[in-house]
Each structure stands twice: as C-alpha cells, then as structure tokens.
C-alpha cells in the first residue's frame, strides 16, 4: 500500500512545515444542522499514502452525501512525517491513513486525534477483526481510528515463467515443490541455474514477509523490552533473506525500476500481501493472465493494514466518521477487495461465499478470496513498538548490503545490529 | 530653587528626545531586515538550540536532558560518517567546479567570440532547472540496469557500475550534480568580474610577449581574487548543506545515503533522525554542529583563499 511516485520522495516532506498551511483542506467548519443531519457542500481532505482501494469509495460518498472529496498522496514515510507535523501545528486533513508499523508513535498521543467512540464507532467495533481494531484504541480507550484492510500474505508467481524454466505452473505442482522456506530458496536456486534470471524481486520483500510471519516482530509481545537480536522469528527471516541474495533480482521495492522489473517479468516470483495484488495490477497490467497465487510455505501472517483516523482540529469530524464509516463497512470492504484486492479486515465476511469463493481473472483464476481467508483467519495480534519502522530500515538496509555484496550476511548481521542500538538508545 | 533645575532637565529630555528621534529614523530604515532575520534567522536559531537540550516529541512528552544529545553525537559514528562525506562531496563538486567556471568565464569574456549572450545565457540554464529534475535525471543515467553512462561503459568494453553501491562513485555521481548545477552561474560571477579588468591591461601585456595563458594567470586570477573568495564561501556553505541531490539519487534509501550510508550528508542526516526517526532533539543537535562545522571552514577558506594568486 504504498505510493509510486518516487520523483516527490521525501521533498515534500522536507517543505512541509512551509506547504502545511496551504495543505490544510479549504472548507470552514461545519454546524450540525438542527435537525441533525450531517452539512453538506463540504470538502473533506484525505491523507494517504497510495492505493487504498478507497478512493473509489470515497468519491462515491461524497457524491451521494453532496460533498467534496480531496486526496493528498505521499510516499509511506513522508506521510506519516507530515502527518506528525501536521498534528503539532493543527493544520490538520479531517482524515488521515496511520499504518499499522506507525501506530505506536501516534496512539500515546490520543489527544491529538477524535475520539470515534464520540460518533459511534462503539456500535460498529464487533463488525471488525479483534486485533485489527486494537490497533486503532489507545491506552486510554480512546478509538483513533477504524481499521482498513488487513495484509494477509500469499505468494504470486509468473506461470509462463515457471513452465519456461521447466517448473510445473499449476497451483497444485508448486505448492508440492516445498513445504518449507529452506525448499523455496532451493527450488530458487534451481530456478535461477536454469535460466539464469533472478527468481525474487528482493530479499528486503523475503524478509518482511517471513518477519511478518511471526507472533512477535522486534518488541517483545507486552511491549516491555526489545527483541530484535534474540527473536528466533527474526534470525530466521535474516538467514533466509540473505541466503536468497543470490536468486533475487535485487529491485528495491516500491522504486522505479521494481515496478520495471515487475512489468517487464524480471524475476518470477513476487511474495504478496493482499494488497500487493492491487499494486501488481495497477503496475503491470499486460501480464493480466500470467500470474497465479498459492499459499505461503510455514504459515499465514499480516504485512501491513492501516487506520483511518480523524485527527482532533479536523474541520468535520462528524462527516468524517460518517465516511469511513460507509466506507469501510463490510459490504463496501467485499466490492474492495473484488475490484482491487484489498482484504476487508471484517471477519462477517470470512464465511461469505461471495468472499471465499472469489476468483480472480488477472490471477489466472485463483481462488484469492479463499488463499486470503485462511492466511488471515489463524492470525493473532503482534505487538509494534515506536522504533518498529526505524529498525526495519536498519534491517532492509544490511541485507542490501548483503544483495550487492558489500558485506557477507555474518558482517551486515553485526552491522545492523549496531546500527539498530544506535536508532533505539 | 526647584525650577531651574525642573527647567534645565525638561530641556535636556527634550533634546534628547529629539536627538533620539534623530537617531532612530536610520534604524527605522534598516528594520525591515533586521525583523525579517529575526523571524527566519535568529529565532530559528535559538529555538533550534533550545530543542536540541529536550528529548523532544512534537506531540508528545518534552524532557530537558541538558546537553546529552551532543554528547551522544559526538560518539556518534553515524555523525562523524555524514561529516566526512559531506566534505568529499563538497571537495569533489566544489573545486572542479570553480575552476571550470574560471576558465568558462575566461572563453565567454574574449572579444573575438560569436553569439556572446547566447552562451552567456546558455550556462546560466543548469542553474534554473529544478534541483529535482536535476537529480532524477542523473539518477536515470547513473542507474544500474538501465542507466545510459553504463550502457555508455558497456560499449566501450568495461564492467557495469553499481552506482549508487560504491562509496567513491556514489559521491562522484552526487557531485557532477552539483557541479552541473553550479558551475555556470560561477563562471557568470567570474565573467562579471573579469569585464571589470582595464583593457589596457591585457593589451600591453600581449604587447609585451605575453601568451593567452600568462595572461589568464598573471592577469586574469589576480584581479578577480575577491571574487574567487566571495564564491569559495558561497560554495562552502551550499556545498555543506548538500540534501536534495543524494537524497532523490538514493531512492528508497535516499534518506540514509545509500544501505552503507555512503552518500549520507549532514543534511540527510539531520533529515532522518529529525523527521524519519522524530528525534527533533537530536536532530537540532546535528543542525547546530553543521553551523559550527560551517563556520570553522568558512574561516579557514577565507584564510587559504585569500593567499590564491595574492599579490606579492
């Protein structure tokens, strides 16, 4: 879920306390009309960081509300920086998107966003994922946010590629061709001596899937103490990725030339949040067809998912709620994620022959619906601490070191590790 | 016998009043820049110095820790790493650069040259392009894979480059950014300067034997000195607070310079743990040792320039 547009990386963030003025939504606030029913003739600005899926759904409320919809889109971290500023000064959107690796740098500050259980998000807390929701409460009880999608992985593979290099293509031949994640990386390997082409987009994508597999990530589950050096879950995803730096093509993810290299079929293989299935379509919209997906080696897990929160100067928090409300109901969550792949994160669904049996044409027909369910339905909270994102940089930085063969994994392992206790003292 | 003393200091106060209202109207004139520093310039400054004693979280907690955070960024390897780079960077851009502005101004300043204005006004162009552009675009020749300059290398029978990988290239590509930004609009600076010098000058030197490059370095440099140390300071302090070029040159990891922190400047720096890691303490902290890191170059610059081709 994360932007293309590399050319504004960070720039924007560096003027943002210059543009935040001017960034700010343009419409007065609104007085509840006395009958109570919500303005309208309003603008409500949006914050986000890419493809959400809800743009669509959006405009369509606005429509049909008599309002006017204004999507600002960043980069994933300058968002979040301009966000931050945003809240110190109060020039604030009346709706901005804080992912989940995020949510520990902005829940302590709870009295910078509405409380939604003003508006009524109490009555609609059962519709979501336990988890998905408790990433939106603060300490305090107080609801910042309400969840939008959850990123439940799979895996996306190029079937013509497979049959090229003498792979079976079928979901059920490449399902038998590993069962663990050492077999994936040899079948990789095997792959790549064949045809000589990478079989990976990027040991930095292996790497968070197989960390977002975990129970517990960087911060031990309560929170209290840091585990990034002993988490057997991280040491794991360590090994694997940069024991996969040979078989990938080495395109930093989300830049320019990944989105080349996904086009133009560079690599075979693309490990896939749901969300990613979205962005494969919007990037790569020739290769409609060749694509398939299958359920990933050791288990489920969540990369990703966002809360829509309504920060507490915003000029129309009624009308904000009453959007992300619509917006993010289970209904409209099951056409998001038919059109754009998006996983609703509303588990009423998960039964939902009209979720569990969708099929997707792009994906060769995949049971997508179905992959998605189970890789979400087993998934327990994990906790995110406050330096979760810095140390995943630090972390995606040593095995590039590793890719482009600076550092051997033994040395970009130390080295990450210093630089981590730098980030965290 | 109180009167005349009442009398005597009304009048002192009236002249004084008047002769302060004499004096107050030249600063009433300078105020507007005085008002407008303060604002942009000194406020700024010392707030910065104030934020950089707290551990401070724009929308949290703020905790005075007195002056921990420098004594963190001086055993900070990460500091001493942007340190250096940023003066690689600076050398590798700045001193080529000056010296192809010299000798572009020199060819644009001869009589005999055709379409004068033209290349005048050709140089200065780099210099009005978007420093984004600017850097997107070599990012696309420098890149990797699809890059021209290794399309270029390939042709020519050598190795592909990684770049944005390697420690030297990495800041050699950063710094013919710089360099192609800034090397016109010097070579204008010198231009102005030089069409200052005496014609005479010139002319009996030539009568006296002198070749164009005697003449360039006898005539030329000498009297265009304090225009050479106006641009070395000028270009100290851009060159030291260089952030869009390698932070759009590095991508995904533009903001730390690369996945070793090669190409990581001051400025990136101040940048991450300011607004990617919201350390704004910290990141204050950096801010105020890069003004002192500025100041101390800036003196030493003016001491070393000031020797260049000084006159005996």
Same mark, same amino acid.
Request: include cysteine; hydrophobic fraction near 45%.
């Given at each position: 879920?994360?932007?293309?547009?590399?050319?504004?990386?960070?720039?924007?963030?560096?003027?943002?306390?210059?543009?935040?003025?001017?960034?700010?939504?343009?419409?007065?606030?609104?007085?509840?009309?006395?009958?109570?029913?919500?303005?309208?003739?309003?603008?409500?600005?949006?914050?986000?960081?890419?493809?959400?899926?809800?743009?669509?759904?959006?405009?369509?409320?606005?429509?049909?509300?008599?309002?006017?919809?204004?999507?600002?889109?960043?980069?994933?971290?300058?968002?979040?920086?301009?966000?931050?500023?945003? +809240?110190?000064?109060?020039?604030? @959107?009346? *709706?901005? %998107?804080?992912?989940?690796?995020?949510? !520990?740098?902005?829940?302590? #500050? &709870?009295?910078?966003?509405?409380?939604?259980?003003?508006?009524?998000?109490?009555?609609?807390?059962?519709?979501?994922?336990?988890?998905?929701?408790?990433?939106?409460?603060?300490?305090?009880?107080?609801?910042?946010?309400?969840?939008?999608?959850?990123?439940?992985?799979?895996?996306?593979?190029?079937?013509?590629?497979?049959?090229?290099?003498?792979?079976?293509?079928?979901?059920?031949?490449?399902?038998?061709?590993?069962?663990?994640?050492?077999?994936?990386?040899?079948?990789?390997?095997?792959?790549?001596?064949?045809?000589?082409?990478?079989?990976?987009?990027?040991?930095?994508?292996?790497?968070?899937?197989?960390?977002?597999?975990?129970?517990?990530?960087?911060?031990?589950?309560?929170?209290?103490? +840091?585990?990034?050096?002993?988490? @057997?879950? *991280?040491? %794991?995803?360590?090994?694997?990725?940069? !024991?996969?730096?040979?078989? #990938? &093509?080495?395109?930093?993810?989300?830049?320019?030339?990944?989105?080349?290299?996904?086009?133009?079929?560079?690599?075979?293989?693309?490990?896939?949040?749901?969300?990613?299935?979205?962005?494969?379509?919007?990037?790569?919209?020739?290769?409609?067809?060749?694509?398939?997906?299958?359920?990933?080696?050791?288990?489920?897990?969540?990369?990703?998912?966002?809360?829509?929160?309504?920060?507490?100067?915003?000029?129309?928090?009624?009308?904000?709620?009453?959007?992300?409300?619509?917006?993010?109901?289970?209904?409209?969550?099951?056409?998001?994620?038919?059109?754009?792949?998006?996983?609703?994160?509303?588990?009423?669904?998960?039964?939902?022959?009209?979720?569990?049996?969708?099929?997707?044409?792009?994906?060769?027909?995949?049971?997508?619906?179905?992959?998605?369910?189970?890789?979400?339905?087993?998934?327990?909270?994990?906790?995110?601490?406050?330096?979760?994102?810095?140390?995943?940089?630090?972390?995606?930085?040593?095995?590039?070191?590793?890719?482009?063969?600076?550092?051997?994994?033994?040395?970009?392992?130390?080295?990450?590790?210093?630089?981590?206790?730098?980030?965290?003292? | 016998?109180?009167?005349?003393?009442?009398?005597?200091?009304?009048?002192?106060?009236?002249?004084?009043?008047?002769?302060?209202?004499?004096?107050?109207?030249?600063?009433?004139?300078?105020?507007?820049?005085?008002?407008?520093?303060?604002?942009?310039?000194?406020?700024?400054?010392?707030?910065?110095?104030?934020?950089?004693?707290?551990?401070?979280?724009?929308?949290?907690?703020?905790?005075?820790?007195?002056?921990?955070?420098?004594?963190?960024?001086?055993?900070?390897?990460?500091?001493?790493?942007?340190?250096?780079?940023?003066?690689?960077?600076?050398?590798?851009?700045?001193?080529?650069?000056?010296?192809?502005?010299?000798?572009?101004?020199?060819?644009?300043?001869?009589?005999?040259?055709?379409?004068?204005?033209?290349?005048?006004?050709?140089?200065?162009?780099?210099?009005?392009?978007?420093?984004?552009?600017?850097?997107?675009?070599?990012?696309?020749?420098?890149?990797?894979?699809?890059?021209?300059?290794?399309?270029?290398?390939?042709?020519?029978?050598?190795?592909?480059?990684?770049?944005?990988?390697?420690?030297?290239?990495?800041?050699?590509?950063?710094?013919?950014?710089?360099?192609?930004?800034?090397?016109?609009?010097?070579?204008?600076?010198?231009?102005?300067?030089?069409?200052?010098?005496?014609?005479?000058?010139?002319?009996?030197?030539?009568?006296?034997?002198?070749?164009?490059?005697?003449?360039?370095?006898?005539?030329?440099?000498?009297?265009?000195?304090?225009?050479?140390?106006?641009?070395?300071?000028?270009?100290?302090?851009?060159?030291?607070?260089?952030?869009?070029?390698?932070?759009?040159?590095?991508?995904?990891?533009?903001?730390?310079?690369?996945?070793?922190?090669?190409?990581?400047?001051?400025?990136?720096?101040?940048?991450?743990?300011?607004?990617?890691?919201?350390?704004?303490?910290?990141?204050?902290?950096?801010?105020?040792?890069?003004?002192?890191?500025?100041?101390?170059?800036?003196?030493?610059?003016?001491?070393?320039?000031?020797?260049?081709?000084?006159?005996?």
């Amino acid at each position: 879920m994360r932007s293309r547009r590399f050319a504004i990386t960070g720039l924007a963030a560096a003027a943002t306390i210059g543009l935040l003025a001017g960034c700010s939504g343009g419409s007065e606030p609104s007085e509840p009309a006395a009958d109570g029913e919500l303005p309208t003739g309003q603008t409500i600005s949006v914050w986000t960081f890419g493809a959400t899926g809800l743009e669509e759904s959006m405009e369509a409320w606005a429509e049909e509300t008599g309002n006017e919809i204004e999507i600002k889109t960043s980069e994933f971290d300058p968002h979040h920086e301009q966000l931050l500023t945003a +809240l110190a000064t109060g020039a604030v @959107p009346d *709706v901005a %998107l804080v992912e989940t690796a995020y949510s !520990s740098v902005f829940k302590p #500050s &709870a009295e910078f966003f509405t409380d939604l259980r003003e508006y009524g998000a109490d009555d609609i807390e059962g519709d979501f994922l336990d988890w998905r929701w408790a990433q939106g409460v603060a300490d305090d009880g107080t609801v910042i946010g309400l969840p939008t999608d959850v990123g439940g992985m799979a895996l996306a593979y190029r079937t013509d590629l497979f049959e090229a290099a003498g792979l079976p293509s079928d979901t059920d031949g490449v399902e038998a061709l590993w069962s663990s994640w050492e077999e994936f990386v040899e079948v990789g390997e095997e792959y790549t001596e064949t045809t000589g082409e990478p079989f990976l987009d990027d040991a930095g994508v292996f790497f968070q899937t197989v960390y977002n597999q975990g129970d517990e990530k960087f911060y031990s589950a309560d929170g209290s103490e +840091l585990i990034y050096d002993s988490n @057997p879950q *991280v040491q %794991l995803a360590w090994d694997l990725a940069t !024991s996969a730096a040979g078989i #990938s &093509a080495n395109l930093a993810a989300f830049s320019p030339e990944w989105n080349t290299g996904m086009a133009n079929g560079d690599y075979a293989v693309q490990l896939a949040p749901a969300w990613m299935l979205n962005y494969i379509q919007g990037q790569a919209p020739d290769t409609a067809g060749l694509w398939n997906v299958v359920t990933l080696p050791e288990g489920g897990g969540n990369w990703g998912g966002s809360q829509m929160t309504v920060p507490a100067e915003a000029a129309n928090p009624a009308l904000a709620y009453d959007m992300l409300a619509t917006i993010l109901s289970p209904e409209n969550q099951l056409d998001v994620f038919k059109e754009f792949g998006n996983f609703p994160s509303t588990p009423g669904l998960y039964e939902d022959p009209a979720l569990t049996e969708f099929t997707s044409p792009f994906f060769s027909d995949a049971p997508v619906g179905l992959i998605y369910t189970e890789s979400v339905e087993a998934l327990e909270p994990v906790y995110e601490g406050p330096k979760e994102r810095a140390i995943l940089r630090e972390f995606g930085l040593g095995i590039d070191r590793v890719e482009s063969g600076d550092e051997s994994p033994d040395e970009a392992w130390q080295s990450t590790l210093d630089a981590v206790a730098l980030e965290v003292q | 016998m109180a009167t005349p003393v009442l009398a005597a200091t009304a009048t002192a106060r009236a002249t004084r009043r008047r002769g302060g209202r004499r004096s107050l109207t030249p600063y009433l004139y300078i105020a507007p820049f005085f008002l407008v520093f303060g604002v942009f310039g000194a406020f700024p400054l010392a707030y910065t110095a104030f934020i950089s004693l707290f551990d401070w979280n724009p929308i949290g907690d703020q905790v005075f820790i007195g002056f921990d955070n420098y004594v963190a960024l001086v055993a900070d390897p990460r500091f001493w790493n942007a340190s250096w780079n940023t003066v690689v960077i600076w050398v590798l851009s700045t001193v080529p650069q000056l010296a192809v502005a010299l000798v572009l101004a020199a060819v644009l300043n001869q009589a005999l040259l055709k379409f004068r204005t033209g290349f005048r006004m050709a140089v200065l162009v780099p210099n009005i392009t978007s420093v984004l552009a600017v850097g997107i675009i070599f990012t696309q020749l420098f890149g990797r894979d699809y890059g021209m300059i290794n399309s270029v290398i390939e042709a020519l029978g050598g190795d592909r480059i990684d770049w944005v990988a390697g420690t030297f290239s990495s800041q050699f590509a950063v710094s013919t950014m710089v360099m192609w930004r800034w090397t016109g609009y010097n070579a204008l600076i010198y231009l102005a300067a030089m069409q200052s010098i005496p014609r005479a000058l010139y002319e009996s030197a030539e009568i006296d034997g002198a070749g164009a490059i005697r003449r360039f370095f006898t005539i030329t440099i000498p009297q265009v000195r304090p225009t050479i140390i106006f641009t070395v300071i000028v270009s100290t302090i851009g060159g030291l607070q260089i952030f869009a070029e390698p932070l759009v040159f590095g991508g995904q990891a533009g903001v730390t310079g690369g996945q070793s922190r090669q190409f990581q400047t001051l400025a990136l720096f101040l940048y991450e743990q300011g607004f990617r890691n919201l350390e704004f303490g910290y990141a204050s902290a950096i801010a105020w040792a890069l003004f002192l890191i500025i100041v101390v170059l800036t003196i030493i610059n003016l001491a070393l320039s000031s020797r260049i081709a000084s006159e005996k």
